[in-house]
């Protein structure tokens, strides 16, 4: 989340489906070493990850499990 300047929802994803969330990830403060960066990682494998503004997973209310579909419109 280097540079990132607001919290984010982490949603990992694996053959389309939710297998890990982190929610509310809060960014670092600029002056932190990349040494010190946190490293957001799944517990389970995933081949997909989607950031999205905190607060989203909530609101949409995203569960493990969910299928998920991403379109660009």
């Not at 982490?10 to 990830?25: D, H, K, M, P, Q």
């Not at 040494?35 to 997909?48: G, H, N, Q, R, S």
């Amino acid at each position: 989340m280097k540079d990132m300047r607001f919290p984010l929802d982490i949603i990992w994803l694996a053959n389309g489906r939710v297998v890990f969330l982190v929610e509310n990830a809060e960014p670092p403060p600029p002056d932190m070493p990349d040494a010190k960066l946190k490293i957001f990682t799944p517990a389970t494998k995933a081949d997909e990850v989607l950031e999205v503004r905190a607060g989203t997973a909530e609101h949409l209310n995203i569960q493990m499990g969910d299928r998920a579909e991403v379109t660009f419109h």
